[in-house]
């Protein structure tokens, strides 16, 4: 592997292909799969802001780079996958319903994604099913709706459910 230290030496980030917006965009949908469950309403009267959803994943994909330079070529993988996209949605408010406040919807929508992404993680690394508490979900949804939280934290909170 070539190794850079000078700015000069990294290409610039190009636009992204195809191929990987329709990844992000099916793992988006896959983590969603039981938002309609989960928020107890019609979702399909809900907008999605194409700009909005397109910026989240170029950002995810800027930060992959992030990893494969600063953690030595080590990939970022599905858990923090999903926590930047939960990152994102909380900041970039993508989604809209009509007699719905846009921060109260994205911050569920954001909660599901987080939750299934810890669902997801566990069972397929470690075959086992994750139990997260009432309790602990209300608390990271006051989270995401009124704390200040850092893509960091958000990964980190992901991680630290999935040693539990």
């Not at 939960?86 to 993508?94: D, E, F, S």
Request: with cysteine.
């Amino acid at each position: 592997m070539t190794k850079a230290s000078r700015p000069e030496d990294f290409p610039i980030f190009g636009s992204l292909g195809r191929d990987a917006i329709e990844r992000m965009q099916k793992t988006m949908e896959r983590l969603l799969g039981n938002l309609a469950t989960v928020l107890q309403f019609d979702t399909t009267k809900i907008i999605m802001s194409k700009p909005a959803i397109f910026e989240m994943i170029e950002r995810v994909e800027k930060r992959r780079v992030y990893f494969h330079v600063f953690y030595d070529g080590d990939k970022m993988g599905e858990l923090n996958e999903g926590s930047l996209l939960c990152y994102w949605i909380l900041k970039l408010h993508p989604f809209s319903c009509p007699g719905t406040e846009s921060d109260i919807l994205n911050a569920k929508i954001a909660l599901c994604l987080f939750t299934n992404t810890i669902y997801c993680y566990l069972q397929d690394t470690h075959k086992k099913k994750a139990e997260i508490s009432g309790k602990f979900v209300k608390d990271i949804y006051y989270s995401f709706r009124y704390r200040e939280l850092t893509k960091e934290s958000i990964m980190m909170l992901a991680a630290s459910l999935c040693m539990a």
